[in-house]
């Protein structure tokens, strides 16, 4: 029996297609598929993951500081995706957890790709005119009016990993005009990828299309809000692939319902796993895919190869470096026994 067990935790997606890397894991831990509630968090996620000494951690839940001081076998949690706004990891590293992500590169195609997906569905209104095929309105074809996105303004947000693929896409595959809202990047880098570099009201003011490609963090959330519609152009396309919470939901209903915005992509909804309820399902010029950016074959096996490696470098006593989030838990000292390189252990966590 394997000495090691791994809870793969809310995802349906880990492995999926890629049955030999389930497989390898197994030759080295026991492998359980768990459901917990999105809210469970704490001591309460704790005990339903007692046991565990490594989690394939999706978007859901909450993984909090008492989570981290109550799970105490705890070795390694690794992320199936690239964002961690769930995981505290200032609290993993004070509890000598490591905490792994896939690396952006893994996923960047797939998520780029369906951004500018869900902007052409919108632009083009896809989903609403095959739902007219299949009422049998054909005829009615005529009010289905788009436009085209050569040469247009192009507002990328977030101009890291995927919004630099995004930028690439537009503007050499469309010759659009992208402009690019970015703090932590140099002109010359924005260049590269065919975009300009404009601070966030010009882009807000200017773009036809704006994509989203920001974390979660606390400067980002709802950090598009009535204020950011306001000084939109009338009929802009709202696009965002990167978390929920970065767009507040009532103001993005009001501009929906004024006309500011003529549509909107979303393969992320606030709250979500949302309900066929929810408010922006009554719109037909909004289309929403439920988080399936990185759901190609490609970008999948990449992530469950990145997790799978991280997690048996673990059991090997390595060190899983290029995928660490907090790599100043190898100097606090980790809950794992790893050679370091110089061959000498690091102190216990």
């Known amino acids: 029996m394997n000495k090691y067990r791994v809870a793969v935790v809310n995802s349906k997606s880990f492995g999926a297609g890629s049955p030999d890397l389930i497989e390898k894991l197994r030759q080295y831990a026991e492998?359980?598929?768990?459901?917990?509630?999105?809210?469970?968090?704490?001591r309460q996620l704790a005990e339903a993951l007692r046991g565990y000494h490594f989690v394939v951690a999706s978007v859901t839940p909450t993984y909090d500081a008492e989570f981290f001081k109550h799970q105490r076998?705890?070795?390694l949690i690794a992320r199936h995706g690239i964002g961690v706004d769930n995981i505290c990891i200032e609290a993993a590293t004070v509890e000598g957890v490591m905490?792994?992500?896939?690396?952006?590169?893994k996923?960047?195609?797939a998520v780029a790709e369906l951004a500018v997906a869900l902007a052409l569905a919108v632009i083009r209104k896809v989903s609403l005119s095959h739902q007219l095929?299949?009422?049998?309105?054909?005829s009615e074809r005529g009010r289905i009016i788009g436009f085209n996105v050569a040469g247009k303004k192009v507002g990328v947000i977030g101009l890291g990993n995927i919004g630099s693929r995004v930028a690439e896409i537009y503007s050499r595959g469309f010759n659009a005009q992208v402009l690019a809202y970015d703090p932590y990047v140099k002109p010359e880098d924005a260049a590269r990828c065919g975009a300009r570099l404009v601070d966030l009201d010009t882009l807000l003011r200017e773009s036809d299309i704006i994509t989203i490609h920001v974390p979660l963090t606390e400067s980002t959330y709802h950090m598009i809000g009535e204020r950011e519609f306001s000084k939109m152009k009338d009929g802009v396309v709202i696009?965002?692939?990167?978390r929920g919470e970065v767009i507040d939901t009532q103001a993005l209903t009001k501009a929906l319902e004024s006309g500011k915005v003529s549509g909107a992509g979303l393969d992320v909804v606030e709250g979500e796993p949302i309900g066929?309820?929810?408010p922006l399902l009554a719109f037909e010029n909004v289309v929403i895919t439920p988080h399936i950016g990185a759901n190609t074959r490609e970008g999948l096996r990449g992530m469950a190869e990145s997790n799978v490696d991280a997690i048996i470098r673990v059991i090997r006593g390595e060190p899983p470096s290029e995928y660490l989030v907090n790599p100043e838990v190898?100097?606090?000292g980790t809950r794992a026994k790893l050679t370091a390189p110089s061959g000498k252990h690091p102190p216990p966590g």
């Open 31 to 42: 492998v359980d598929f768990l459901d917990v509630g999105k809210a469970l968090r704490g």
């Open 73 to 75: 076998e705890l070795l």
């Open 99 to 105: 905490v792994a992500r896939v690396p952006g590169f």
């Open 107 to 109: 996923e960047r195609d």
């Open 133 to 138: 095929v299949k009422a049998g309105k054909w």
């Open 239 to 242: 696009v965002n692939t990167a």
């Open 276 to 278: 066929s309820e929810h």
């Open 330 to 332: 190898l100097e606090r």
